[in-house]
Each structure stands twice: as structure tokens, then as C-alpha cells.
């Protein structure tokens, strides 16, 4: 099997917010969707439910819990108990959902910025109060601050959102690491809210370990919000997952109103149930984003070696720092108007990111040559 960005003729004729949110003349490679076609037996189970007019709501879904549990001992060893696995919207109604569990309005929530951007509308939504512990940087190197981390767990921080694997600096947290977070969570009395929703797109050599899977002490403080959405593309169908292993967090699960559960679609559950089978189809997607990965190193290299770009263990997000083309205060912005191309903000991401943008390579290689072509064009 092997996987194609489709061309741009194609891409162009779709309804979702990339394709939607910018002029005709506008390359978008902003918003963390595929420009693949999805997996052919997610797409043919979608067409069945569509003949035989199954489109109402969403009620028992045994088959999603089973087919991840399956799924995640497969591919990491993990063994869940697919009681212990509920379903959301998508990950943020997830992390929201649960934390109104037990959070109250003022609380203080950590989160490690450059990190995606949805996480602090999250702790805004909860009404809760950020508590920002940076990402430690040497160059185009990010790792977790443990000192800064420690220091807000002791100040009163009461949740941990945690992007594992990282969107945007594309790295794999090790067992090592989240082994030590697990235990300073404990010592305080912190939850750990770990977002795994790019798990499955890991390139080799490395390897994502799921939090709950990490020690006993994972399992008591933390909880795993995932989906299918961005390893399958099927962020428009709405469905995610709230795993808990520990019955402290399984009693907080079973206080979240039934809603949770039902707001979700039933296309949304069904398709990510059949996407967790189609394990070809993302062992092909992956070898492609691994091309895509290293082709965009190539063409920065031979055309803008300027530009700051470590090749990322994760995702299709490349994190490129764009300080030496001295593009203003928001380099997005500048290349949107004279590039005609269209990239995330590093802004959004966190206040030390103003001069990166965020540039999605799950496309066609001619997309991503292209794109750079246009930074060019702006610089001239």
C-alpha cells in the first residue's frame, strides 16, 4: 500500500476549515489535518451506514473501547480494560469534561509552552487559572523543565495538561521522564491530564510509551485522552476517548454526565472503531510523513538554510524558527500577505515562539516544495 498527498486540484473542491478559511490564491498548511484520502474500509463502512440512512445518535459503541485495547497491546504492549474506556466529542470536550469533575473555577492547571494552543481555551474554558512551566530549549532541542515543573506542583497547581507526544516541537517523552513526572505528581497531589492524540505517528527509532502504562503511580494520578483523528484523519467526525486505569479516576469518569458519552457522533465512534483495524494504512501514512518529514530538511537546506528546522520523532508539524529572515513581529502573518502561503502562528503556541511557524507536511512532497517556494517569493 502506498499513500499520496493528493493534488491541490483535488484538495481545493473540500469543505473543511483548511480548505475554507483562506482565499483561492492562498497554499494552506496551517490546520493538522491529512491531505490523504482516508483508509478505504473506514471510508466503505461511512457509505453503508449513509445508504441504509443510519444517521441518528450515538448509543452503545462496544466496538471502539475493544478495537483500541487491541490496538494499543499491539502496538506498545499496553493492556487496558475496555470498561475503563469512555467516549467524548473530541479531546478537548475529553480533558474539559473530566476536569469539571473534580476542578473548581480558579484552580491552577500547568501547562508547557510552545504547546498547542486549544490547551490553554481549554483551562480558559474551565475557568480555571494557567500556570505556564516552558519547555527547557538548548537550540532547536525541547525537553520538560522539571525544576519549573516541580516549583508550580508545589505552588498549588491542581492539573497537569501534558501534549504527549509534543504538537508543536515534535518530541517523544521517555519512560524515564514520565516516570519522574509521575512521581512528583503523586508527592503533590497533582492530576496529570496526558493528551495522546499523535501516539500512533511516532517514527522510528523512537518509541511513544503511554502515560497509564508508565508505572502504578501513573495509573493513580493520570488520565488519557485520545482519538483517531489526527493518525486517520478523521478529525470531522467527532469522537475521542478518556482511558483511566486506577479507581480513583474511574470514580471521577463515572461522575460526568451521560452527555459526554452521547454528544459524541456515531459516525465518529464507528469510524475510529474500523480505523484502529486498519493498521496497513497507518504504517503507510507513517512511511510517507517519514519521507515528508526529511524531504522538508532537504528543501530548506538547499533553499533557505536560514531557517531553524529540527527534524521532529513525531507528527507531521514541523516547528521551523524563522528568526534569521527578520520577518517582523509575526512572521505568519508577513508570509500570508507577501507569500500567498498559509502556516500556524508560533504566537499562539506560546509567547517565546513569535518568530516560528507551524507547517503541516502531511501533503504532497510537489505541496511542500511549493510552500517553500513561497517563503522564498515573500522574502524577495
Known amino acids: 500500500m502506498k499513500i499520496e498527498g493528493l493534488p491541490l486540484k483535488e484538495l481545493r473542491k473540500r469543505k473543511s476549515t483548511k480548505w475554507r478559511d483562506f482565499a483561492p490564491d492562498i497554499l494552506p498548511l496551517p490546520v493538522a489535518e491529512m491531505d490523504f484520502e482516508i483508509a478505504k474500509p473506514v471510508r466503505k463502512l461511512l457509505i453503508k451506514m449513509l445508504e441504509r440512512s443510519d444517521t441518528g ?8 473501547p475493544k478495537n483500541f485495547a ?51 481555551n481549554w483551562i480558559n474554558e474551565l475557568k480555571a487559572t494557567p500556570y505556564d512551566a516552558p519547555l527547557a530549549k538548548s537550540g532547536l532541542n525541547y525537553s520538560l523543565d522539571f525544576a519549573a515543573i516541580e516549583a508550580g506542583y508545589r505552588s498549588g497547581v491542581k492539573a497537569h495538561f501534558l501534549c504527549s507526544p509534543h504538537n508543536p516541537v515534535g518530541i517523544v517523552f521517555t519512560k524515564d521522564e514520565l516516570s519522574r513526572l509521575a512521581e512528583l505528581a503523586k508527592k503533590y ?21 503511554p502515560f497509564l502504562d ?29 482511558i483511566t486505569q486506577h479507581e480513583k479516576q474511574l470514580e ?25 483495524e486498519c493498521t496497513e494504512w497507518l504504517d503507510a501514512a507513517l512511511k510517507t510523513l517519514d519521507r515528508n518529514r526529511k524531504f522538508l530538511k532537504a528543501e530548506l537546506d538547499r533553499k533557505l538554510p536560514q531557517v531553524g528546522y529540527r527534524i521532529p520523532d513525531c507528527t507531521y508539524l514541523a516547528w521551523l524558527d524563522l528568526s534569521a529572515l527578520n520577518l517582523g513581529e509575526n512572521p505568519a ?32 512532497q510537489k505541496l511542500i516544495s511549493e510552500g517553500v517556494d513561497r517563503i522564498l517569493k515573500a522574502l524577495k
Open 214 to 242: 508508565v508505572s502504578e503511580t501513573a495509573r493513580e494520578v493520570g488520565v488519557c485522552v485520545t482519538a483517531a483523528s489526527k493518525s486517520w484523519n478523521l478529525a470531522g467526525l467527532k469522537c475521542a476517548m478518556i
Open 333 to 364: 502573518e508577513f508570509l500570508l500577505e507577501n507569500g500567498k502561503v498559509a502556516f500556524n502562528a508560533g504566537i499562539t503556541f506560546g509567547p517565546a515562539s513569535s518568530q516560528f511557524v507551524r507547517f503541516n507536511f502531511a501533503t504532497s
Open 189 to 209: 497531589d497533582v492530576t496529570i491530564f496526558s493528551d495522546e492524540i499523535h501516539g500512533p505517528l511516532v517514527y522510528s527509532p523512537n518509541e511513544f510509551v
Open 57 to 64: 445518535y450515538l448509543g452503545s459503541v462496544p466496538e471502539l
Open 252 to 276: 471521577r469518569a463515572k461522575l460526568m454526565p451521560a452527555a459526554v458519552h452521547y454528544r459524541a457522533s456515531l459516525f465518529g465512534a464507528l469510524a475510529a472503531a474500523e480505523a484502529f
Open 70 to 120: 487491541k490496538f494499543a497491546k499491539k502496538r506498545w504492549g499496553w493492556k487496558l480494560d475496555p470498561e475503563q474506556i469512555f467516549t467524548a466529542t473530541d479531546v478537548g470536550v475529553g480533558m474539559v469534561e473530566f476536569a469539571r469533575t473534580f476542578l473548581k473555577p480558579g484552580d491552577l492547571i500547568m501547562h508547557n509552552t510552545p504547546v498547542y494552543h486549544n490547551i490553554l
